[in-house]
């Protein structure tokens, strides 16, 4: 027999992660060094919240129509809030977010539709994998500016490039994985963003077809 309270840990988990949210943003736009260690520490609170739940739901069978809900939208807020600070920062091309966010809302659309109809659409294996290189990417990119931050913190008269330099060759293929991993994973995630989009949309065509 499962508790009442073990039943809502989901929810409360999920409820959690949003609340994280709002202190991440703040903490990722901040030029502190400091508050750049608080975000990295934040979001990763967020990915383990995440596995947290699902992995609760999944162990007991615990099923709600909040947790439906609410859980994969608390992942989107995450993931759109902070496409949209790289974007602020300079770090992500806007047009790079906009593809991603746009598959989001069509994805989340098709869900409705769907449920509407008695039908419950699951992730795709396409699907996971545009998650699991999306949030590789977003890591990446929040471990670089963190370290970054923390050699121009111990240094001020210099820019990290400045002194990452001064290792030789190795200073720049450095410098070069710094500013080529974020870009090519963020493209390599926006590529799936786009390719599991419309797999999703092919693959529930009829859904379309019904109300056409």
């Given amino acids: 027999m499962i508790s009442e309270g073990l039943k809502k840990l989901p929810n409360r988990i999920t409820m959690f992660r949003m609340l994280i949210i709002i202190f ?9 060094v400091v508050w750049n260690y ?19 739901a999944r ?11 609410m859980d994969p939208l608390a992942d989107k807020i995450l993931v759109v809030s902070t496409l949209l600070c790289f974007v602020q920062l300079g770090v ?6 906009v593809i991603i966010i746009s ?10 539709m769907a449920a509407q109809g008695g039908k419950i659409i699951q992730a795709s294996n396409l699907g996971k994998l545009k998650t699991v290189v999306e ?15 923390t050699i121009e913190y111990y240094n001020e008269t210099q820019t990290w490039e400045q002194i990452v330099m001064k290792l ?21 995630a926006t590529v799936m963003s786009l390719v599991s989009g419309l797999d999703y949309f092919f693959r529930n065509k009829k859904i379309f077809d019904k109300e056409i």
């Fill in 24 to 32: 991440f943003i703040p903490a990722l736009l901040a030029s502190n």
């Fill in 38 to 56: 608080v975000a990295l520490f934040l979001f990763a609170i967020a990915g383990i919240s995440d596995w947290l739940d699902g992995f609760i």
């Fill in 59 to 69: 162990k007991y069978n615990i099923v709600s129509d909040f947790g439906k809900v």
């Fill in 92 to 97: 992500v091309p806007a047009w790079m977010v």
């Fill in 103 to 112: 598959r989001e809302f069509m994805i989340s659309g098709i869900r409705m």
């Fill in 135 to 149: 949030m590789t990417a977003i890591t990446t990119v929040l471990l670089l500016k963190v370290i970054q931050d």
């Fill in 168 to 188: 030789g060759s190795w200073g720049d293929t450095l410098v070069q994985f710094a500013y080529g991993a974020p870009y090519w994973l963020m493209f390599a």
